[in-house]
Structure formats: C-alpha cells, structure tokens
C-alpha cells in the first residue's frame, strides 16, 4: 500500500487563510496580515504616493476594503518598465443578508438573504447550517463611524428542507424549489424570542421602509448576536454587509491526504497562492534588487457578478494603479524625463497572469470535457485556452508561461471547453481589452465549483504559488528573449 503521508505544509497553510476569510472583507484583511508580516507597508489611494515609494519597496492598499493591490518595486526599475502581475478575486457564491432582512412566518423568525453569484442553489445549500460574516459599520462613542469586521461562529441559521414524506417530487428529477420562497432561513422561534416587549413589525409593503430605523429592519436577535460580537450597543450599529458561510470548517481529506474540502476555493484559492508567492519571491532580496520590473498582485471583489464596480476588475483599480506607478517619482528622483509616454511604454512590457480556479475532469461526468483537455489533481496549474478570447491564448503569450513552468518544474495542464458547452469566464479579457495586455488564464482543477463543499487537491497548492513565485522573478529575463511587436 502507497504510504499515507501528511498533506503538504501549504494546503494546512492555506486551510488557516481559507477558515478565516468567510467574506471578501474577511479574505482581503487575511491578505492584509500576510502583508504586513511580510514587511509590506500600507499606502492609500487617496494620498500621493511620490515621496513615499523608494526601489526595493513593498506596498498595499485597498479598495473599499474588499480589494487589495501589493507590490514590490524592483532595484532597477524605471518609469516605463513593464508590471509582472498576478490577478484573482475575494468574492466567492454565497447568500447575503437583504437590507430589510425580518421575516416572520408561521412561528418562525426568519432573514431574508438575496443569491449572489451563480451558485448550485439546490439542495445541498438547503441542507446546510450557517454562521453570518462580513462588516459592520458602527457609530462610536465619540461620533466616528467605524468599519469593523464581524463574523458570528456559530450556526445561527438553517434553510430546513421539505420531509420527502410531504412532496414525493422532492426526490424526482426534474425537482426545482424557488430561490425566493424555499431560500428563507430561520434563525429562531416566535416562543423563544418572546422573553421582553414584543418586536415591532415592519410597515405594510404598500408603504415606504426606508425611515424604519436599521434594529427595526432586522430580527431583533440578529442586532443583538452583532452588537455583542462587536461590543457595542444596537443603536451604534449603522449598516452592514454579511454573508452566509458553511458552518463546517475547510478541511484535508481522501485517504491519502489528497483532497481539500472547502468553500470558496473559488477562488480564495488562487488570492492565496499568489499573495504567498509575491511574499515568497522577495525572499531572496538579490532577486528584487535586480529586477527591472515591478511585482503586482490585485485580488479584486465582484468577479463572481461581472467585476462591473468601483472595485471589480472592470473598474480603473489596476489601469490607475499602473498608471500612478509609472508616473511616480522614487527615492526622491525628480520626475522622469518619458512621463507623459511612461504608462504607454510600460504596457506592452507587462503581463497579467488572471488566476482563477478550472475545471477538473469528472470521474461521473468525463463526457462533459474535451477528450484531449481533461485537466486531472496533482498534476499541475491549468492553463484555460478559448479559441474565442484570443487576447490570452496566442502562442507567444502561453510560451512566456511555458518557460517559466520549465525552469521551476511546475508541470502545465491545457483545457478547452467541448463545442457544444458552454463555459464561464474571469478577469482576464476585459483587463486585456481594456489595458491591451498580455494575459494568460490559469488556475487549479477543481470539482463542485460554486458549491457549498468545493474539492481541490493539496499537492497542487504548492505547484501554484511556485509557478507564480518563478514568474515573479523570470518574467522580465524571459520576455527579454521574446520578440513580438
């Protein structure tokens, strides 16, 4: 029998990350504290940078809280050279809390969530309990309005299902409950709750709610369970935005340690591998202080519902970010004699890799794949080819990875969706459109995307963040040797 072995040190490193950030706002403070431990220093956006960034530089800032951007200044940079970057996303399928959230049925007290993101609503979710996540914005004693994270641990939440018993057609193929009606978690019982002066109900529909106080909006023991988690009473409580999260923490399985069971590798997965390789990159600080270019990672919120926002991978985030950095003035220099042109010529000197989970072949659905692309666990990061998105498949732009996998001895696996499938998409073509950047797609194989309880291998989350770490520091020796005009 093959020797039971431990998962490697990075999948048990990467359950650490993945338990913690149940939101987007939970992930990028997760990225945030890998920063910092790393000696990466906070900058804002709304602040000049000249002044402040010098070679050899690590810096982060945010957007909104639920996007970051990192990077590392090579020695040799000057404005004009090119951006060895890595994209991903914080956001990942999951039920929100709706802002007039208080429902009360038959009994029972229940909160009204919305669907966000494309996921297998059926009836595993419904099967599930759930704690709630997110942020929380709070009026201080001394009249500041605060953004906090909370995160309630422990399943307040259950969407019951239908006993088979009442409705045979639960277990019938063509079953389909609604995402309105049957979606609707309880969080208590009329009886429990009733132990002071009775809640006030909301106004009828016909009227307006929007003058309704926030404590009265939401189950009085929802504001309650959030007011003792922050420390603070319910009238200090502003606003939020949480999320539903899978009770059940991320775990290793298989019976040789093979497998991560987790929500939201889609795509925390990736925002972790590619935090950990910039931070792994700068390790050897002989390789920054040679490197001509400047190292990037963006994790940006909203993929998971187009990216189409002020910090979305459609917004200006990375194009003003790029921008800033080709402009900037470093270790006090006056400013470069190419600035006006500095941002142009550094554009086609850059690369973006977009990382985002793949599709791994399914041992019960093999027939949904390509014959000749079936991407398989532990067999190295997938590189997602689009014969209809050009922009991240020519033969140049595959080669520059292709190099890079080669030196490190990260192996590559190529999917293409069969003819007659259709398949989603990432980040990748509107940056490339938008920046008219070199961009591959690539990610780990998975099963079960956008469920509840996803599948990954560990051996490839050491197979990642060592792709990504090689690109960081050869991207700029091997585009060196490439020429395409």
Not at 47 to 72: D, H, M, P
Not at 113 to 138: F, H, N, P, T
Not at 284 to 290: K, P, R, V, Y
Request: hydrophobic share 40%; glycine share 6%.
């Amino acid at each position: 029998m093959t020797e039971i072995r431990p998962a490697p040190v990075e999948a048990h490193d990467f359950l650490d990350f993945v338990n913690q950030a149940q939101s987007p706002f939970h992930a990028t403070e997760q990225a945030i504290i890998r920063l910092r431990k790393a000696g990466f220093q906070e900058i804002k956006e709304k602040e000049s940078w000249n002044g402040i960034l010098k070679r050899n530089g690590k810096y982060f800032f945010t957007r909104n809280r639920s996007a970051v951007i990192a990077f590392a200044v090579g020695g040799k940079y000057k404005p004009g050279n090119g951006f060895s970057a890595v994209g991903a996303h914080t956001d990942s399928p999951c039920l929100k809390v709706k802002p007039v959230s208080k429902k009360e049925k038959l009994g029972y007290l229940q909160v009204g969530v919305q669907l966000y993101g494309g996921g297998l609503w059926c009836v595993e979710i419904a099967c599930l309990s759930w704690d709630v996540a997110g942020r929380v914005v709070v009026r201080t004693e001394d009249g500041k309005l605060e953004n906090r994270l909370a995160r309630i641990d422990r399943p307040i939440l259950r969407i019951p299902t239908l006993a088979i018993h009442l409705d045979r057609s639960t277990s019938a193929d063509g079953f389909k409950f609604n995402n309105e009606t049957h979606l609707t978690p309880m969080i208590s019982t009329v009886t429990k709750s009733l132990t002071g002066e009775p809640a006030k109900p909301l106004k009828p529909d016909t009227e307006i709610n929007g003058d309704i106080p926030l404590a009265e909006k939401h189950q009085p023991i929802l504001m309650s369970l959030l007011a003792a988690e922050l420390n603070v009473k319910v009238d200090q409580i502003l606003d939020f935005e949480l999320c539903l999260y899978d009770t059940q923490p991320s775990a290793i399985g298989g019976a040789y340690n093979e497998f991560i069971f987790s929500g939201r590798l889609d795509n925390l997965m990736m925002s972790y591998c590619s935090i950990e390789a910039l931070i792994r990159s700068l390790k050897n600080t002989d390789s920054l202080a040679n490197d001509p270019n400047i190292r990037l990672v963006s994790l940006f919120d909203n993929e998971e519902v187009g990216s189409n926002t002020a910090h979305g991978a459609d917004s200006n985030l990375l194009p003003s970010t790029f921008e800033r950095l080709s402009l900037a003035t470093y270790d006090g220099e006056a400013q470069a004699s190419n600035a006006s042109t500095a941002y142009l010529e550094a554009l086609p000197k850059s690369y973006l890799i977009s990382a985002d989970m793949a599709h791994a072949v399914h041992p019960n659905y093999s027939e949904k794949h390509d014959d000749g692309h079936r991407p398989h666990m532990h067999k190295g990061v997938v590189v997602k080819i689009n014969a209809n998105q050009r922009y991240a498949t020519t033969a140049p732009t595959t080669v520059v990875l292709r190099e890079v996998a080669k030196k490190y001895n990260v192996p590559l696996q190529e999917f293409v969706v069969r003819n007659d499938s259709p398949c989603g998409s990432t980040i990748g073509p509107m940056l490339s459109a938008k920046l008219g950047l070199r961009t591959v797609d690539v990610g780990n194989p998975q099963l079960s995307m956008h469920s509840c309880r996803e599948v990954c291998g560990t051996e490839d989350v050491p197979l990642a963040i060592q792709l990504f770490e090689g690109f960081f520091e050869e991207f700029p020796s091997v585009d060196a040797r490439l020429t395409v005009d």
